[in-house]
């Protein structure tokens, strides 16, 4: 961490703003930007300094984190007019986001023009995650400028990876995984809704998969934790878990590679974004096959609590 002279951290929501806070924790002088000023303050309030803009953080920041929800967003964070490029003491910029490969190398390219190392490092692990510092990062990009931000890394991300040398490569990364963990989330609201519709208890059939081969994400923790008890609060919206899928997609048809799988998983989860609400968790997928069905996934504690 000493090496790191000074620290900037663009764009503090769900993950952002703890993963700011994580670095703070570590006795890090740090400058932040964010559109709305009350994402910045409690940084502020622990020692954070705020300014007006990324171009802004950019001149008093070497190394310049961010993590930002799409990649139209990103673009305009890192190259536009009050852009990171702009700054006069960034030397290397960290892009936490999901964006896709396709941006990523068009972003290090207009980083390049301007002498800024661009480092992808997408992560995952959710709130959750996060808040336990388990997160992995997978990271590509040159492999000295990654080297000199590890320990940045390290303060968030119990396993960092350096996938390769090319912008992009962690993004592929990265929008893999969130693929597969799309469609552990999908096919099991399919199988919990048959069981719900036979009459069995979602709670049982959880703790049956979980003792199979069966067992995923979906059911060893965002059913338990956020589906059954409704509490839908994982901390990632639905609205980006369809972003990244689609992505993902976006990726496959770039290098002709079909994905037959994944363009249902892709369509499922286009079709729960229609009909969500901004804020929606990425967990109330299943409200989709809930509304198909008329069943509900629910433990049957919180059903007996529910209806009295």
């Known amino acids: 961490m000493s090496e790191v002279q000074s620290i900037g951290f663009i764009g503090l929501g769900a993950m952002g703003g703890r993963m700011a806070g994580a670095l703070l924790e570590g006795d890090s002088e740090l400058a932040v930007f964010d559109e709305r000023p009350e994402a910045m303050a409690p940084l502020v ?15 008093v920041a070497e190394t310049v984190l961010a993590s930002l929800p799409t990649p139209d967003v990103v673009r305009e964070v890192a190259c536009g007019r009050d852009g990171v490029v702009r700054g006069g003491a960034v030397r290397t910029f960290v892009d936490l986001s999901t ?9 290090a390219a207009a980083l390049h023009q301007a002498n800024i190392a661009h480092v992808d490092a997408p992560v995952s692990g959710g709130v959750a995650g996060l ?7 997978m990271a590509s990009g040159d ?19 350096w996938v390769g040398p090319q912008p992009g490569q962690g993004q592929t990364a990265k929008l893999l995984n969130n693929l597969l963990s799309a469609t552990a989330m999908a096919v099991t ?33 965002k059913f338990p934790r956020q589906v ?33 799988v994944g363009g249902v998983v892709q369509q499922l989860w286009t079709l729960a974004a229609l009909r969500a609400e901004e804020d929606d968790d990425h967990t109330q997928l299943v409200e989709l096959y809930e509304g198909w069905t008329g069943t509900t996934i629910e433990s049957r504690t919180v059903a007996a609590d529910a209806h009295g």
């Open 99 to 107: 964006t896709g490969a396709a941006a990523s190398e068009e972003i």
């Open 131 to 137: 808040e336990a510092r388990r997160l992995a990062v």
């Open 45 to 59: 309030e622990k020692g954070a300094r705020a300014l007006a803009s990324p171009a802004a953080v950019a001149d």
């Open 228 to 260: 059954l008890t409704r509490a839908f609060a994982s901390g990632f919206r639905l609205e980006l878990m369809a972003k990244d899928v689609e992505l993902c997609l976006a990726e496959a048809r770039r290098r002709h590679v079909p994905m037959l």
């Open 189 to 221: 609201s399919e199988a919990l809704t048959v069981g719900a519709k036979a009459g069995l208890d979602p709670s049982l059939l959880l703790e049956i998969f979980n003792a199979g081969s069966g067992r995923n994400t979906a059911t060893s923790d």
């Open 143 to 161: 492999r000295e400028a990654f080297e000199r931000v590890r320990p940045l890394l390290e303060t968030f991300g119990s396993n960092v990876f």
